[in-house]
């Protein structure tokens, strides 16, 4: 029977393991993981480089196989989904924020916005007026028409962050969401990440190595060699490490 | 998502102009040199068109309508004598030259005709009588040979106008409507006797007897008793068609003048492998060119794809947006080769040259070829797509 706790649970991961290569040249790169990810919560990925953060969340997406554990994304056990099932799910119900954004160049903020939408087979106009909605939101509504070169790094990411957030998706998975930008940008990037976690009820999953957001944060797993070797919940009485990396505390 | 793949491709104007202008060029290459060729060899069958007997009977070896291995006078009498000929005439077509007033000598194509029937006369007369043929020195010109035997570039000759052949008097009488001759040069009619006269005597001077069928009988009927019973060989002149061509590639004899002779050129002359060489260039240089730009715009686009294929698009659905992006660009080059190509047309055909002739087919066969070469890209575009693993747009 399901207890409130795992009805919260966006992804629950239990032994997820991951190799590349074969024979002498095969790398385990995850041994082991458990973790869960709540909705309503701001979870961080945080370790040094080559931990195994980006496959992990490569898998917890379902745009990577894990080869042994159980991963279930809102109760969907991934592994059983067909691979075009499993587009589908990601279509659905997770969102994208990338490091580098990729928003396409030659698209303007509202088209780009508009993708996912029109992935799902919304109508091209219905998709704009939705995205400009979003748009509105995160501030850009001077800058639908406008191309991702026309805009500023922070502008860009909000952007990005619409495009995430303008189908609705219960899980928002972010890879270094800050990286490219200022103290002031990426306060501005977090608080709206605040604003779909907690007032709407949302997991939002952030890799990151920037300990200037960790205080925005309700979870922080920290990763080494393959594995979390810690899950620190932030509140009143545990406050995120302050100006140094978990991973550099530990 | 096909708008989106659209407004990708337009977004990136320099792959996307290279990608059409690749395609323009082969469609233009294609298509004019496959019309040039095609009018090349409608212009060899000239003198088939300009003389409109049904049939042609000419000496055994005679392969097409250009070459010449003269009769015996006498053999106008014996095609006349075979029962399924209703009427038979005598022939003179050779290349001569022209002196102009001016002391310039022109190429020109002699036709010499029955000047009691007038078998072989052009079919439209533009201007002139063609009766006055039968009066002495008369000849009636082709619309090449106003301007062409003009004295001056720029002037016409008119009715009436005199030049020289063989430094005997030729005076037009008459314009005709006729198709260019394969060498270029204009046609010139005047009677058979007179034609005798204009040129340096040889022995034999009979190159072909024109004639037709009786009523009831069939041409190939006609020309199996003219086979049988002069020896000599006969054919039919209609429009060759496309089995007919075929037909010939497999080695079967035909009895058709048109095709006969076109194959001749097909098969004795480089003509073919030229124009072929040319046409496959174009192929060469489209296949090159598409592929290699399509090719480098997916490349290009590929963490873009990637990102799209993370969010959830299938691997069918940027397949189809590669796709229509192929295909847009192939139709857009081909129109704009096309157009390309029919302003070449007007030109040609204003100027009566070079050869043109587009077969109802070429622009079906060159699309073809040209979706062929999209395809191609397309694919090699699909290949790499659907190997890519949308986990790459995490690494940076």
Redo the contacts between chains.
């Keep these: 029977m399901s207890t409130p706790d795992d009805l919260k649970i966006a992804a629950k991961l239990r032994g997820i393991q991951k190799s590349f290569g074969d024979g002498e040249s095969r790398i385990q790169v995850l041994k082991g993981i458990d973790l869960d990810v709540r909705s309503g919560d701001i979870t961080m990925l945080v370790g040094p480089s080559g931990c195994g953060k980006t496959t992990l969340i490569s898998i917890i997406a379902g745009t990577l196989a894990a080869d042994e554990g159980q991963l279930t994304v809102f109760g969907q056990d991934l592994r059983r989904l067909s691979p075009a099932g499993t587009t589908r799910f990601r279509a659905k119900n997770i969102g994208f924020i990338f490091q580098a954004f990729h928003l396409i160049p030659t698209l303007t903020c509202v088209e780009n916005v508009s993708v996912p939408l029109l992935i799902q087979g919304i109508s091209h106009s219905k998709a704009e007026k939705k995205a400009k909605e979003v748009l509105e939101k995160v501030g850009l509504a001077e800058r639908f028409h406008h191309r991702p070169s026309q805009l500023s790094g922070g502008q860009q990411q909000r952007v990005a962050i619409a495009r995430a957030l303008v189908h609705e998706p219960r899980l928002i998975i972010c890879d270094e969401p800050t990286a490219a930008l200022d103290a002031h940008n990426g306060h501005i990037v977090m608080e709206l990440f605040e604003h779909v976690a907690r007032g709407q009820d949302r997991a939002v999953l952030i890799v990151t190595h920037d300990n200037r957001i960790f205080h925005h944060a309700n979870r922080i797993a920290s990763m080494d060699d393959g594995r979390v070797i810690e899950v620190h919940d932030v509140d009143a009485a545990h406050p995120p490490p302050d100006h140094l990396s978990v991973h550099e505390r530990l | 998502?096909l708008?989106?793949a659209l407004?990708?491709l337009?977004?990136?104007s320099a792959k996307y102009l290279m990608l059409v202008a690749g395609l323009a060029v082969a469609t233009f290459l294609m298509a004019q040199q496959t019309a040039v060729f095609c009018g090349l060899m409608s212009w060899t069958k000239s003198t088939l068109k300009n003389v409109p007997a049904p049939i042609w009977v000419v000496e055994d070896r005679v392969e097409q309508v250009n070459e010449t291995n003269p009769l015996l006078d006498t053999d106008v009498a014996r095609v006349r004598s075979v029962s399924s000929v209703a009427w038979a005439s005598p022939l003179y077509s050779g290349i001569q030259r022209v002196r102009l007033e001016s002391g310039s000598f022109k190429v020109i194509q002699l036709i010499g005709i029955d000047a009691n029937t007038l078998a072989g006369a052009p079919a439209k007369m533009l201007g002139g009588d063609l009766m006055k043929l039968r009066l002495p020195h008369s000849v009636i010109i082709d619309d090449l040979g106003v301007q062409r035997l003009a004295s001056k570039r720029g002037e016409k000759v008119g009715l009436n106008d005199v030049f020289e052949i063989n430094d005997q008097e030729a005076r037009v009488v008459g314009i005709a409507d006729a198709v260019t001759s394969f060498t270029g040069g204009p046609y010139v009619w005047t009677t058979y006797e007179r034609a005798l006269q204009y040129v340096p005597a040889q022995r034999k001077m009979l190159q072909a007897v024109i004639c037709a069928p009786r009523e009831g009988v069939s041409l190939d009927q006609a020309i199996a008793d003219i086979r049988r019973e002069t020896g000599l060989k006969a054919f039919v002149n209609r429009e060759a068609s496309f089995e007919e061509f075929l037909g010939q590639m497999r080695g079967q004899p035909t009895t058709n003048f048109n095709v006969s002779t076109v194959w001749w050129y097909i098969k004795n002359t480089g003509i073919p492998i030229s124009f072929g060489i040319t046409v496959i260039v174009g192929l060469m240089v489209g296949i090159a060119v598409s592929c290699q730009t399509f090719y480098s715009f997916v490349l290009e686009n590929m963490?873009?794809l990637?990102?799209?294929?993370?969010?959830?698009?299938?691997n069918s659905?940027l397949c189809l947006m590669l796709i229509t992006q192929a295909f847009t660009v192939g139709i857009i080059g081909y129109g704009i080769g096309l157009l390309g190509t029919a302003g070449f047309a007007f030109a040609a055909l204003k100027n009566e040259q070079p050869p043109f002739y587009m077969p109802e087919f070429v622009p079906f066969a060159v699309l073809a070829v040209i979706l062929g070469i999209c395809t191609l890209a397309a694919l090699m575009g699909i290949w790499r797509v659907s190997r890519l693993?949308?986990?790459m747009?995490?690494?940076?």
Excluded: N, W, Y
Excluded at chain 2, 306 to 314: D, H, I, R, V
């Design positions: 998502m708008r989106l407004k990708m337009f977004g990136d963490r873009h990637g990102a799209l294929k993370a969010m959830g698009t299938s659905t693993e949308p986990a747009v995490f690494r940076s």
